[in-house]
């Protein structure tokens, strides 16, 4: 793709991430491609919502985040509502989505505008709602005590059908997952929880999670939910530490909707997208997950190599009882070409080739 735009997220507390703002500042100025700063957190101004910031930055055609995980996702959000494409430099610890170093981020920018990149779609999540979404004041203003401001509530999408019994479409993309836990430290919050409209069970828990296969290495993965390949869809309900026999996660199909019914003598619940506050429901509310129709486009400079990203970030060891037995290569596959009942397959490339 041509570059046209570019839209900068930027982790303003690391230095390196800075140092690289300037790098891509001054790649855009020497092909004269506009370039804005989005997302940034000021004390002293309130946060906006994707289309806000999308608008504001002119509907950048390339989003380029400079972080970790938790700055891409803030730039990801704005490129899926904006037909834009992600390209996550890694400032990280942990980071399953960025992809390229911070030193590379010129030689980066050039394949992308010389369209020599590939693009990786992932799914997301949107939501509807029994009503429109509130942060109580007093508990916004508990939350911003000694950190940058909130995010606002997701607004409602003007195609919402809420006279129809269907609830409010609200605003929402959500790249990693969609979440309901309690607000009180000694009452777990009681859900009815749905699964293509019919009662999967009622749960008593800390929280319940919704979660994209990207979402799946991330808290549901902490609450013991399963791994999922990134390019496959589905949609990932976990609960975490429910007081009930059966604890286990459930994988939908992409389009079964997960629905989360707070019950009627139940606590409140807050509600979390990508690790971000958003709302609180009451007794009685209700809400629905499902998949969205905006896409992630994530740039790519060569073959994506998730699982020994997994092995690494997580930093995966062997059995010990296995390692008298002899050591396991790192690849199983051969350096002959590839017969053709198997080429369709997502394979890594031969040894000695990228």
Known sequence: MSVNRVGLVVHQGRETAVEAADTVH????????????????????????????????????????????????????????????????????????????ADEVRQALDAVHDGRATYEERMTLTMRASRALEIPSAMEALLRYGRRPTLPPPDVRVDTTEDEGWGMALDVVAINDVVLEKLARDRQVSLGVYIAGRLLASYSADAVIV?????????????????????????????????????RTVVAAPDEPVALRVLPHSGEAALSID????????????????????????????????????????????????????QAPPLFRPDSPVPDDLAHLRLPPAPGKS
Not at 41 to 66: C, F, I, M, N
Not at 215 to 238: E, I, K, N
Not at 279 to 286: A, F, R, S
């Open 26 to 101: 001054a790649w855009c100025d020497a092909h004269g491609i506009p370039c804005k700063e989005i997302d940034v957190w000021k004390s002293d101004e309130p946060r906006h919502g994707v289309l806000e910031e999308a608008s504001a930055a002119g509907h950048p055609d390339l989003v380029v985040t400079l972080g970790g995980d938790g700055t891409f996702l803030r730039g990801a959000r704005i490129a899926a509502k904006s037909d834009a494409a992600v390209l996550g430099v890694d400032l990280g610890r942990v980071g399953f989505l960025t992809e390229v170093p």
């Open 275 to 326: 690790g971000q506050l958003r709302g609180v429901l009451e007794p009685g509310d209700w809400v629905g997950v499902y998949g969205a129709e905006y896409r992630l486009r994530l740039v790519r400079l060569g073959p994506t190599d998730f699982y020994g990203r997994l092995r690494d970030r997580f930093r995966l060891t062997d059995a010990p009882a296995a390692a008298v037995d002899g």
């Open 211 to 247: 979660a994209t296969p990207t979402g799946s290495t991330a808290y549901s993965f902490a609450a013991g939910g399963p791994v999922l390949s990134p390019h496959m869809d589905a949609v990932v309900f976990t609960p975490v530490a429910p007081h009930m026999t059966f604890g």
